[in-house]
């Protein structure tokens, strides 16, 4: 049995984890090593990447990555204001990654360069003919796992 953390979205054993409701009961103890910048960096990053796993980036959605882009820390700042940009060209996650494929290879690179890969779901509804690519996105994608530097495990 375990938990779930906010914020490297992993299961973590019951005993990395504080009593109550506050954010020890939320966040495991890996992350709760990391300094509260680190911290919130995590939390707005997940939010970004939440963005991209909707079916739609809604208007209201883009307001608050027009927020994140203006982030003091660089990395939040360049992911909200990629996925904004994705979000202007294709809001719909369905089909997105063809359309990119096929017309914005560009917001394509920035995405792989930034660590968002896009996910088999997403090539699954691409073109067939796309198959070779997504297996190179995609084994990209399983070797950008999310790796902290300080060892739970
Ligand atoms: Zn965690």
């Known amino acids: 049995m375990g938990r779930y953390c906010i914020l490297c979205d992993r299961v973590r054993p019951s005993e990395a984890f504080g009593g109550g409701k506050d954010r020890r009961a939320r966040i495991c103890a ?31 959605n883009a307001g608050r990555l027009r927020v994140l882009a203006g982030s003091a820390n660089p990395r939040i700042a360049r992911l909200a204001a990629l996925v904004l940009d994705v979000a202007a060209f294709a809001p719909y996650r369905r089909r997105r990654i063809r359309a990119l494929a096929r017309q914005r290879r560009d917001l394509l690179k920035r995405m792989e360069d930034a660590g968002l890969a896009p996910s088999r779901a997403e090539w699954e509804d691409s073109d067939p003919n796309d198959i070779d690519p997504a297996a190179a996105w995609y084994g990209w994608h399983e070797s950008a796992e999310y790796a902290g530097d300080c060892a739970w495990d």
């Open 30 to 60: 890996k992350c709760r090593c990391l300094s509260r910048d680190q911290q919130n960096a995590l939390l707005h990053e997940r939010e970004i990447l939440g963005f991209l796993s909707q079916s739609h980036i809604s208007d209201t």
